[in-house]
């Protein structure tokens, strides 16, 4: 054997007898568990709260040397409960300097940590003693010096020579309470990993957890990983390279999936600068699903301002049968100290659709400010809807009970575009014609629920213009709307379009309950009565320009109980029209040999599309009284007729009770000739009965009789009392002749 590997094996020998010597000296000098009573004398003393060791404190040197220590547990201050526990922690140290009882930590791992972390009604933290900064703790002097492997190698102080191989929390758990708030979280299978830590930086940090909550119902897993983690102590610059943090599980019932990226991000003092963040959000349920996109670009940020060169977010959103694609973007600019958010250059992009309605294109762009400190926010938006522009401004002061105040103008809405394929659009073009004689089928709709109350918390002042407004048959022009809502009260001052040739106007009110209070007062002028009434309430009766105002209200928590409530009155003038359904002039024709007859009784009348009343002028103001119409002074004229009428309505059970009395006035020779001159001051009763929606026509020959034998009575008198008036002058001339001539003849004997 040469000298040299001799030599060697005595050196090898030499050292490795030294470590064995080393090893029995450590483990007969040192004594772990002497530490156990003073520090947590020391620990009750300090913090006033309770540590103890339940396990032993143990010093193994194989594979690496450590310090062992299993079920330790930190009570509460000045209590028994628990605050924090450790199933198990081992401290793995460098052999050398624990031969001068100093302990160099190399690596951490812990094992089944559990916290408890509480803040009372008053705010406070359970643990805000523990972060106090009181006198010099006498910990450090009652156990050997603990340093880190820099600080033993290189002898650097503590703040530039900090090293840890490894740092490793597992299987642990922190629950949250907020005595204040109600709320509670918990952080369960807790990890923390990261090596190569050091006051300058870490690297392959990784950290997960599962996040539970009762309420909000949250129940998510959390997976955080930093490439590196880079702190520059002469520029003062720290860096977080590669950064993407996954939230995933469930929201409520919805499944929520939350990502963040950045690939390098920059903090200096009190600044930060990312060129890129990404942030991903998936809310997917039976439901709806939510898929949004936002990326940051040109991040900067400091105590005062976080800005965005660009801010772009890709949102597609489904629910039921409706969905929203849209694009996003925007210069961004937020002021901490005031809290106001700036989106300076807005523009919003995509389509709506909902059901089988066709996509509705969105083009806009303007500004929002949001005072966040004031709770205020507006915004000024132009562009188009649907391919037609739009206009409009906002302003909303106020986020728990908001005040909205808006301003819309539109070239047009077309709302047939979005009314859903075999659905009526209004009015009663899937009704059969009321006065077609086929009698009441008794079918009602069901009533609609009618509740505001959800409406109740509203505060708003809107305008709405619309150039132009389609809905089913209807097209109207400048189309005025102001809208406000306060205090348990929504209220329309101005409504007002040009549409059915005329002009409608009206104003109303409503109070938002369950069981609202309507009332509304109504401006009609000129408007085609016929096409208005058949596209709304599906009555086909009257032609006409008409003119209509008054004033109604009505209560009620559906339909039919607002119906029945309908109080008020209405003026109504028809100019120029028809009454569909019956010919009078043909029925008075018809019923001469009835009433000549003396035949009492009624006799219908056939009713048909066909046949009409012509009139030039139609008056009658109706009274209604909880859900009955009455009329007494109804006047319709015509070069051929006379006609009055009185009645009412019942809107409860829909039956209608009217009385018409005809005159036939014109004695011009024509059409009828001598018959109509026999007619002429006829009245002939014509009385309506039934339902609203099929009303029977009959002649109350009774009441004709009456009526009309009185006048040919009166006429006998007249035409008497004409013949005693012929007859007396006859006479008088006559005796008048005989006495000129008796005095003619005495004359002429006296000469």
Do not use: C
Not at 247 to 256: H, S
Not at 635 to 645: D, E, F, I, Q, T
Request: hydrophobic share 40%; aromatic share 4%.
């Amino acid at each position: 054997m040469d000298k040299i590997t001799k030599y060697s094996l005595y050196s090898v020998g030499a050292v490795v007898a030294l470590i064995a010597g080393g090893a029995v000296y450590v483990t007969a000098t040192f004594d772990a568990n002497s530490l156990k009573p003073r520090l947590e004398s020391l620990v009750k003393a300090e913090k006033q709260r309770t540590l103890k060791f339940n396990g032993p404190l143990s010093l193994s040197l194989f594979p690496k040397p450590g310090i062992t220590v299993s079920d330790v547990s930190l009570s509460e201050r000045n209590s028994d409960t628990q605050f924090a526990h450790v199933t198990d922690a081992r401290l793995v140290m460098q052999f050398w300097p624990l031969l001068s009882k100093k302990i160099v930590i190399d690596e951490v791992d812990v094992q089944g940590a559990t916290i408890n972390l509480l803040r009372n009604k008053s705010g406070q933290y359970n643990f805000a003693d523990l972060m106090e900064n009181g006198k010099k703790s006498a910990i450090k002097e009652t156990i050997p010096e603990i340093a880190t492997d820099s600080e033993t190698t290189t002898g650097a102080s503590p703040a530039t020579g900090f090293r840890l191989s490894q740092f490793n929390i597992a299987k642990s758990s922190i629950k949250y309470v907020d005595q204040q708030s109600g709320q509670q979280l918990t952080l369960s299978d807790l990890s923390l990993f990261g090596d190569g830590i050091t006051v300058a930086g870490a690297e392959h940090i990784d950290f997960s957890s599962r996040l539970q909550s009762p309420s909000p119902a949250l129940d998510l897993r959390i997976n955080t990983k930093l490439d590196r983690l880079n702190f520059d102590q002469k520029s003062g610059q720290l860096l977080l390279d590669g950064l993407h943090n996954v939230v995933d599980g469930k929201a409520d019932k919805d499944a929520l999936k939350l990502t963040l990226t950045a690939p390098k991000l920059f903090i200096k003092d009190n600044a930060a600068t990312a060129d890129t963040m990404v942030i991903s959000a998936l809310l997917s349920g039976a439901a709806r699903k939510v898929d949004a996109n936002f990326k940051l670009d040109g991040v900067s940020g400091d105590s005062q301002q976080i800005k965005a060169r660009a801010l772009k977010l890709d949102l597609t959103a489904n629910q039921a049968d409706q969905a929203v694609k849209m694009a996003v973007n925007s210069p961004v600019n937020f002021k901490l100290a005031t809290q106001t958010l700036n989106l300076a250059q807005l523009a919003i992009r995509g389509d709506v659709t909902s059901g089988e309605m066709k996509a509705v294109p969105v083009d806009l762009s303007g500004k929002l400010n949001a005072d966040l400190k004031a709770q205020q926010v507006n915004t000024v938006m132009k562009g188009s809807l649907d391919h037609n522009t739009l206009d409009f401004s906002a302003d909303i002061k106020g986020f728990k009970n908001p005040f909205i105040r808006f301003d819309v103008k539109a070239q047009s809405l077309d709302l047939n575009r979005y009314m859903t394929t075999g659905k009526s659009a209004g009015g009663s073009s899937n009704k059969t014609d009321a006065g077609a004689g086929t009698g009441d089928t008794g079918t009602k709709a069901p009533a609609t629920k009618v509740d505001l109350s959800g409406l109740n918390a509203l505060n708003m002042d809107g305008q709405l213009s619309l150039g132009q407004l389609k809905y089913a048959a209807v097209n109207a022009r400048d189309v005025r709307l102001a809208v406000k809502a306060q205090k348990g009260l929504l209220s329309v001052p101005t409504l007002s379009l040009k549409a059915f040739g005329g002009a409608i106007a009206a104003s109303g009110t409503a109070t938002t309950t369950s069981s609202p209070r309507i009332t509304v007062k109504p401006d009609i002028t000129g408007v085609d009565i016929y096409a208005l009434l058949k596209q709304f309430a599906g009555f086909e009766k009257i032609e006409g320009k008409a003119t209509v105002n008054g004033s109604l209200a009505m209560q009620g928590g559906d339909t039919t109980a607002l119906k029945n409530s309908l109080t008020g009155n209405l003026n109504t003038r028809v100019d120029d029209g028809a009454w569909r359904g019956i010919n009078i002039a043909k029925t008075i024709r018809e019923a001469k040999a009835a009433i000549s007859g003396l035949k009492g009784g009624e006799q219908s009348v056939t009713t048909s599309n066909v046949e009409k009343t012509d009139f030039t002028e139609l008056t009658a103001s109706i009274l209604f009284n909880q859900g009955v119409a009455t009329n007494k002074d109804l006047a319709m004229k015509s070069p051929l007729l006379r006609v009055s009428g009185e009645g009412d309505v019942n809107l409860k059970t829909d039956k209608i009770n009217y009385l018409l009395k005809a005159v036939l006035v014109d004695t011009s020779k024509g059409q009828m000739g001598k018959e109509r001159d026999q007619l002429h001051g006829v009245t002939v009763p014509i009385r309506i009965k039934g339902s609203t929606s099929a009303p029977k026509y009959s002649l109350d020959l009774t009441a004709a009789i009456k009526e009309n034998a009185g006048a040919e009575l009166e006429a006998k008198k007249q035409e008497v009392k004409q013949k005693l008036e012929e007859k007396k002058q006859e006479a008088q001339q006559k005796l008048e002749q005989k006495a000129g001539d008796a005095l003619s003849e005495g004359l002429k004997k006296l000469f």
